[in-house]
């Protein structure tokens, strides 16, 4: 399926992340074995937009999809097809169909750990979000986060000034920056190499409040684990951490004070046996060693010992068949810049910016700095 396909499948009345994630499980073929699963409702409309596309009240999502990758540059989206996208999401009960992206997808590469905590947090918290974060980074992880007040905008502010990646799951559209204090971090996420925000919502969707805890199932399920830095006994970051043992990952706990309020979620946490105490980043990485060693980088290996290996260049991608696409054909892992490219192909401008955002939905091609490029397949 391309990336039109799951846009409509997104939007489809009835359907939500857990009905559409049972009826992945059964496997059926698109778009037959869809129309026969689905509910007459869901059925009908996506009989629709397949027979009569203009017609169809789904096109203005994929339109506006379009429009808002054409408006700017690192503008994606993702889905199970998308060469990016994140395959611990899938071992979700109720994964988000369709994720919107903007930033860098390489942070979406290499082991993640979430760092989420108290919107007040105390100095000592607020050091030890930045101390984890940062070590984290030096160490080759992401920090996953939510991009909220206190010890997230923490954590992700400090991922960023070690120069390492950091993930932004937002409860709003990528392009809306909420809360507006974070306007500055919002604008680094997007702009920074290894920044990245994330949302299931289209653009323009402005935050409500049910969709913060739906959220956090995407923070943790991103994530290796799930590191709860200050949190008190009522806080939202306790939902985090449910989530986070319900998902099977790991949970760690940073202790506190008996005296700090801003504590005694995490302490509780530890009375109940359900986490691990984390004294340091040491402590965590060597817990989720067993867990998946293909996301964590060998700390044993050195330059020096590592086995000498013959560079090769990147692979690339199959043309789609029956189809000689000059655009595609004029792309490598070089960037080319679109002018070039219209130049060399002899399309119109207007065309060629049409079928590139068409080659990028379908995750053939994607823009980095300097132009376009074609993108390795699995």
């Known amino acids: 399926m391309d990336a039109q396909a799951w846009l409509v499948v997104n939007a489809l009345p009835g359907m939500g992340a857990l009905r559409i994630a049972q009826l992945l499980a059964r496997q059926p073929q698109w778009p037959e074995g869809w129309l026969a699963a689905l509910p007459s409702r869901a059925a009908s409309e996506l009989r629709l ?4 596309p203009s017609r169809s009240p789904l096109q203005k999502l994929v339109d506006e999809t379009l429009a808002w990758q054409q408006s700017g540059p690192s503008r994606h989206v993702l889905h199970r097809d998308h060469p990016a996208w994140p395959a611990l999401l899938n071992e979700l009960p109720d994964p988000p169909v369709v994720l919107w992206a903007l930033g860098d997808l390489g942070a979406l590469e290499g082991p993640k750990l979430a760092i989420v905590g108290t919107r007040r947090p105390t100095g000592e918290g607020t050091h030890n979000a930045q101390t984890f974060a940062r070590d984290l980074v030096r160490r080759g992880w992401c920090v996953v986060s939510g991009m909220a007040l206190g010890v997230d905008g923490v954590a992700q502010r400090a991922a960023l000034n070690a120069g390492g990646r950091t993930i932004a799951v937002l409860g709003c559209g990528v392009d809306v920056i909420y809360p507006a204090s974070h306007r500055d971090l919002h604008e680094q996420l997007s702009r920074l190499p290894g920044g990245l925000l994330l949302s299931e919502h289209p653009p ?13 199932r995407i923070v943790t399920g991103l994530s290796l684990g799930t590191l709860v830095v200050e949190a008190t006994e009522k806080s939202g970051s306790l939902v985090s951490a449910r989530l986070t043992l319900e998902q099977d990952r790991e949970l760690f706990v940073l202790p506190g004070s008996l005296h700090n309020v801003q504590a005694r979620g995490c302490l509780t946490l530890l009375r109940q046996g359900s986490a691990h105490l984390a004294c340091s980043v040491d402590d965590i990485i060597s817990d989720l060693g067993h867990w998946a060693e293909a996301f964590i980088p060998s700390d044993d290996v050195t330059p020096s010992a590592a086995p000498e290996q013959t560079e090769k260049p990147p692979e690339q991608a199959p043309l789609p068949e029956a189809l000689p696409d000059p655009l595609l054909m004029s792309l490598s892992a070089t960037p080319t810049p679109i002018d070039l490219l219209v130049h060399t192909t002899g399309v119109a401008v207007s065309d060629c910016q049409q079928r590139l955002l068409m080659l990028e939905l ?7 700095a300097g132009g376009w490029v074609r993108l390795p397949r699995p």
């Open 362 to 368: 379908e995750g053939w091609v994607t823009q980095q």
């Open 49 to 52: 937009w397949l027979e009569h």
């Open 204 to 216: 323009g969707t402005v935050a409500r409040p049910a969709f913060f805890p739906r959220r956090n």
